[in-house]
């Protein structure tokens, strides 16, 4: 299977600060099946970006997706209040889907 | 907008089985088109896919969990449902259903609020 690995576990920052999320696959990730998700507590996860980098409906665009192969970033150029949370990458290109660990997104 | 919303008991003894029901409004599984997955949440925070149906009644579930896992649809009640023997204290978790992006898109784009499952004696 495919193992994903994120980091930071956690990323201490600002409101309006610009955040830089990695995820990193131990094999290639086919056609860019990669998504990203946000968590807040309490919550199920929520779809914000799927193909490596299409914006899920109504997610706003300082959200963005980048990244091919084993290779992906999540960056959100400001952040707003609402944007801490934990983030999850997940690949769907081969079976089983998986997850990656999560990075944690904290006020500093 | 489709709705998704797990039940099934909070506490399972170990050795057990533990069965969960996923409901679905505002959209029927019948349609076809989408998958419909299992995905759970350990305490330490993992996401783990469990395993997926189709309105046919087609399954794939993930290696780690096969054997122990069974889903199953009942388009009548526009349901689907999670089997999972044998339940040990590994087993506890938040269990979430889901719906994917549709067109082999594997993503999830529906989730359920998610139902605490404990297992302990």
Do not use: M
Not at chain 1, 70 to 95: H, K
Not at chain 2, 9 to 34: A, D, E
Not at chain 2, 75 to 87: A, R
Request: with cysteine; proline share 5%; hydrophobic share 30%.
């Amino acid at each position: 299977e495919i193992v994903l690995t994120q980091s930071p576990g956690t990323l201490s920052l600002s409101p309006g600060e610009r955040a830089t999320l990695s995820c990193r696959a131990s094999q290639s990730v086919s056609s860019s099946h990669l998504a990203w998700y946000q968590q807040k507590p309490g919550q199920a996860p929520s779809l914000l970006i799927y193909g490596a980098s299409s914006r899920a409906t109504d997610i706003p665009d300082r959200f963005s997706g980048s990244g091919f192969g084993t290779d992906f970033t999540l960056t959100i150029s400001r952040l707003e209040p609402e944007d801490f949370a934990v983030y999850y990458c997940q690949q769907y290109g081969t079976s089983p889907l998986t997850f990656g660990g999560g990075t944690q997104v904290e006020i500093k | 907008q489709v709705q998704l919303q797990e039940s099934g008991p909070g506490l399972v003894k170990p050795s057990q089985t533990v069965s969960l029901t996923c409901t679905v409004s505002g959209g029927s599984i019948n349609s076809g088109g989408y998958y419909w997955s299992w995905i759970r949440q350990h305490p330490g925070k993992a996401l783990e896919w469990i395993g997926y149906i189709y309105y046919t009644a087609s399954t794939y579930y993930n290696p780690s969990l096969e054997g122990r896992v069974t889903i199953s649809v009942d388009t009548s009640k526009n349901q689907f449902s999670l089997k999972l023997t044998s339940v040990t204290a590994a087993d506890t978790a938040v269990y979430y259903c889901a719906r994917d992006g549709g067109g082999g898109a594997e993503y999830f784009q529906q989730w359920g609020q998610g139902t605490l499952v404990s297992v302990s004696s």
